[in-house]
């Protein structure tokens, strides 16, 4: 991997160290105007569940600070993760989550604001045995924690803004996770998508397994965990060993992959979120992500043709899947004729 793709060339970051005050953003706003960019949300994707109660404290504080900039700039939302601390259980998280998360998201509800959680696991954040270091990562635990949400008058604040690259990374199907929300009765807790895709590599599947790779990563030395953090990163051969992330449009697929859920079926994603969640198309923020890293350059000159192919390519796919809900579930049904063939299903295999 280049040295340019651990930069992120698509996004600038607020300093949030100082306040945030009505000065600065009005000038933000300004910039945004002037270069028609909009704002889904602030995002700012940390463990708010680390170990480390100051550390923990610190994190909490900066996400808040977030909060009060969100508000400032307009917006409804922010995005984020909930995390894990890696010395529980999971189900010791979940006790965690009540006692320090729900306490950050009464926060954001004094604010009018929503949470959205992206799914990714994280496997390589940490250099230990875990992979599940968000527990927010399925809708198995959406609903547990929405649950715990529910109960502290919060619920409304906790939402899901889904990632269709970390379903492929679990081997899942964004159809059969946005069936068992409805099935669940939880069909409304998606409420914004990250547009990213994930190509799993078939070679790294057989040597290593979905687990990724699990021993000789590069990140201990023997039995002793390094402490340098260039060999720490090699963590994250849990999962960089059988996939890579794609920006929409730049990977070739074919049906088998499709099929074997190892790369994100773009127009069945768009479609099956129309017939199956609860949200209104138009108002649903696609946010397009660039982590594809050999196409992360910093040249500027460079990155706009990348970045507007894969903008329209993200567009079109939309638009398709809006005219093939509207021909089989309105116009044709309207006349009394049948759509034809049959479609993915959920939960096939």
Known sequence: MPAAALLDPVANTLDLRGPFSAARAARVRRAMQSTRVGLSDLAYFDNMLAADESLRHKKHELMQRVFDAAVLLGTDAVAGFVGRNPALSLDANLVMFEEVFIPLLKEAQAR???????????????????????IAYAPGPWIALHRICERHGVGDQFRIHYDPSHAILMGQDSRSVFQYLKDAGYDFLITGF???????????????????QTMQRGDWRGA????????????WKKQTVFCEHELPGTARHDPLAYLQNRTVDWLDHQLAARELLRIDPEKTFLVVEHEYPKARVQDKSRLAPILSASLAFTRAIDEAAA???????????????????????????
């Open 112 to 134: 009018g604001l929503t949470y959205r959680v992206e799914q990714c696991p994280m496997p390589g954040w940490t250099i230990g045995d875990t992979w599940h270091n968000n």
């Open 194 to 212: 990250h547009v990213k895709g994930q190509v799993i590599d078939s070679r790294g599947i057989s040597a290593w397994g979905y687990g990724g």
């Open 224 to 235: 002793e965990p390094s402490t340098a953090p260039g060999e720490q990163r090699h963590a």
């Open 323 to 349: 005219a093939m809900y509207a021909l089989q579930h309105e116009v044709l049904p309207a006349q009394g004729i049948a759509a034809q063939g049959i479609g993915r299903e959920a939960y096939r295999s």
